[in-house]
T-cell receptor
Framework: GENVEQHPSTLSVQEGDSAVIKCTYSDSASNYFPWYKQELGKRPQLIIDIRSNVGEKKDQRIAVTLNKTAKHFSLHITETQPEDSAVYFC??????????FGAGTQVVVTP | GAGVSQSPSNKVTEKGKDVELRCDPISGHTALYWYRQSLGQGLEFLIYFQGNSAPDKSGLPSDRFSAERTGGSVSTLTIQRTQQEDSAVYLCAIERKGPLSNQPQHFGDGTRLSIL
């Protein structure tokens, strides 16, 4: 089955700086890669996703890149703000298989 | 949230009691997941239902845990003879899978279970 590894486990950045979270996956058949943000005490919510037919996707201050050859994908947050502080989870799956989550990254944005 | 209703939102019970947690999703989903999340931890996969296939129970931590999905819709997670280490938030999530119509996974608000 799919195995997703996520790094770093914690990330502290100053407000205005960029944050990058990296994930690797094991199953070359995986073709769907979502990212979730979980604020304290709340449910995880989808913030961006990418499918294997594209290499990059951007939505305002967040972007995701995918390298299928190396089997890794990354989340980039630019111009970080205090409200970006949360736990971020990456995940991977194929069209029919179970979605597999990474262990999560605690992001702390300090003013 | 996002078409997934979980009940109860909070449950406090004594050690040794059985509990049932309910997940009531909108129609049209094909897959349903249960996760457990302890305080400050990640998403621990418990069980996965996909269409009419046999469920993937590989994440259930012990035989005290079981789950069913009735009519391909409502799901119930049952924990028998609860232990204090079962205290956590239990999250249900749904998605629609298919080569042409994948929809992202959406989570319910969870049930916070506390075992005294």
């Amino acid at each position: 089955g799919e195995n997703v590894e996520q790094h770093p486990s914690t990330l502290s950045v100053q407000e205005g700086d960029s944050a990058v979270i990296k994930c690797t996956y094991s199953d070359s058949a995986s073709n769907y890669f979502p990212w979730y943000k979980q604020e304290l005490g709340k449910r995880p919510q989808l913030i961006i996703d990418i499918r294997s037919n594209v290499g990059e996707k951007k939505d305002q201050r967040i972007a995701v890149t995918l390298n299928k050859t190396a089997k890794h994908f990354s989340l980039h947050i630019t111009e970080t703000q205090p409200e970006d502080s949360a736990v971020y989870f990456c995940a991977a799956s194929n069209s029919w298989g179970k979605l597999q989550f990474g262990a999560g990254t605690q992001v702390v944005v300090t003013p | 949230g996002a078409g997934v209703s979980q009940s109860p939102s909070n449950k406090v019970t004594e050690k040794g009691k059985d509990v049932e947690l309910r997940c009531d999703p909108i129609s049209g989903h094909t897959a349903l997941y249960w996760y457990r999340q302890s305080l400050g931890q990640g998403l621990e996969f418990l069980i996965y239902f996909q269409g009419n296939s046999a469920p993937d129970k590989s994440g259930l931590p012990s035989d005290r845990f079981s789950a069913e999905r009735t009519g391909g819709s409502v799901s119930t997670l049952t924990i028998q003879r609860t232990q204090q280490e079962d205290s956590a938030v239990y999250l249900c999530a749904i998605e629609r899978k298919g080569p042409l119509s994948n929809q992202p996974q959406h989570f319910g608000d969870g049930t916070r279970l506390s075992i005294l």
